[in-house]
C-alpha cells in the first residue's frame, strides 16, 4: 500500500502547498506551543490551518521542525489528513547550508525563518504558502491565498496576508511584528518592531518610543511564493555566513530576505486583506483566549466537531 502510494505522489503534480514553520523553542510560552493541545478535541493550533488549507485546495502539507519531533509529528498527522493529500515532515539542521559556506564557533540554533524555508528547496515544486505552525489565521485568509495562486501568472509577484496591529497585540507582554508600508495593495516597505506594547489605547514601540498606528497592516509571516523563493533566498545566505558575526547567535528572517529582493527589483509583493481572525500563543497566558475562541468557533459550526473523521 506504501508503495503504491508513493508511485501515485511522484507522478502527481502538486498545485499548491502548505509550508508551516514549527520549529520554534517557545522560550517566552514556556514550552513547545506547536505541540500544546488547544482544540475541544486536544487538537493542535497547527491542525486548524492545515484542515482550512486542505479546504481550499491545498494538496501538499510541509512542516519544517526540529530533528526531535520529526518522527513523532510525522506519525501525529498521518492518522488524521487524507491520503490523498501529500504529507512532508522536514528536519530544519544547522549544518543545512550553502554548498562552501561555512561557519565556526558553537551554533545551538538554526539560522531563522528564511533557512526554515530554504529547508524545502527540494521538496516543493508548486507554489506555496508559509506560515508558522503556532498561529490562527483564518479561514478567510487561506480562501485569499488560494485565490491569489490560482489567478496569479507572474512568477515575481508574491503575496502577504496582512493582518490590522490592533489586532495581532498580545495582553501579557510585548510583541514582535513586521509594520508594512502599502501603497495600492503593493508591499513598499516591511520594519521589523521587536518589543511592541499596548498601553491604555496607545500602541507603542519600545524600543524607539514612538506611537504606532493601529490600523496599520502587519505581517504575520503568512506569505504566497513560488519555488524561485529558494534560488533568491541562497545568495542572501551565503552573504550572510561570510560574515563571522552572524555564526552564533544571529538568523535570517524571511521578512529581511523578502525586503532585498523588493529593493533589487526580483520581486514585487502584493498584500491582501486576511478579513480573518488572527490569534496566537506568545505568552502562556494567552492559552485561555485561544482555547475559548476555538472552542466558540466549533460551537458556531465554522469546524466540525472533530475535526479529522
Known amino acids: 500500500m506504501d508503495m503504491f502510494k508513493n508511485i501515485i505522489f511522484e507522478l502527481k503534480i502538486y498545485c499548491m502547498t502548505l509550508l508551516l514553520m514549527a520549529a520554534g523553542n517557545g522560550s517566552r510560552y514556556g514550552k ?115 485565490n491569489f495562486i490560482k489567478n496569479q501568472n507572474n512568477d515575481d509577484c508574491f503575496g502577504l496576508v496582512g493582518y490590522k496591529l490592533k489586532d495581532t497585540l498580545s495582553e501579557h507582554g510585548s510583541v514582535s511584528r513586521g509594520v508594512c508600508t502599502v501603497k495600492n495593495n503593493s508591499l513598499k516597505t516591511i520594519i521589523e518592531r521587536t518589543k511592541i506594547t499596548k498601553k491604555n489605547e496607545t500602541i507603542i514601540d519600545e524600543e524607539s518610543g514612538n506611537i504606532l498606528d493601529g490600523e496599520s497592516t502587519v505581517s504575520m509571516n503568512f506569505w504566497i511564493c513560488n519555488p524561485k523563493i529558494f534560488e533568491y533566498t541562497e545568495p542572501y545566505f551565503i552573504s550572510f555566513l561570510a560574515d563571522s558575526k552572524n555564526h552564533e547567535k544571529n538568523e535570517i ?42 472552542e466558540n468557533l466549533v460551537k458556531k459550526g465554522k469546524y466540525p466537531a472533530k475535526l479529522w473523521s
Do not use: C
Request: hydrophobic letters at 45%; proline letters at 3%; aromatic letters at 12%.
Open 32 to 146: 513547545l506551543k506547536q505541540f500544546d493541545e488547544l482544540g475541544p478535541n486536544r487538537e493542535f493550533l497547527m491542525e486548524f490551518s492545515i484542515y482550512d488549507a486542505i479546504n481550499n485546495g491545498f494538496d501538499h502539507i510541509v512542516v519544517v521542525t526540529k530533528n526531535e519531533n520529526q518522527i513523532f509529528l510525522r506519525n501525529y498527522l498521518e492518522k488524521r489528513i487524507s491520503v490523498s493529500v501529500k504529507l512532508d515532515v522536514l528536519i530544519q539542521k544547522i549544518d543545512d547550508i550553502p554548498l562552501n559556506s561555512t561557519y565556526s564557533g558553537v551554533r545551538n540554533k538554526p539560522w531563522g525563518t528564511a533557512h526554515a524555508v530554504w529547508t524545502a528547496r527540494n521538496i516543493i515544486k508548486s507554489p506555496f504558502v508559509i506560515i508558522n505552525a503556532d498561529d490562527y489565521y483564518g479561514q478567510n485568509a487561506f480562501k485569499g491565498a488560494a
Open 253 to 294: 528572517y524571511l521578512p529581511f530576505v523578502a525586503q532585498e529582493m523588493m529593493r533589487n527589483g526580483l520581486i514585487s509583493v502584493e498584500v491582501i486583506n486576511a478579513q480573518s481572525e488572527w490569534f496566537g500563543i506568545t505568552y502562556f497566558k494567552d492559552k485561555e483566549i485561544a482555547v475559548n475562541t476555538l
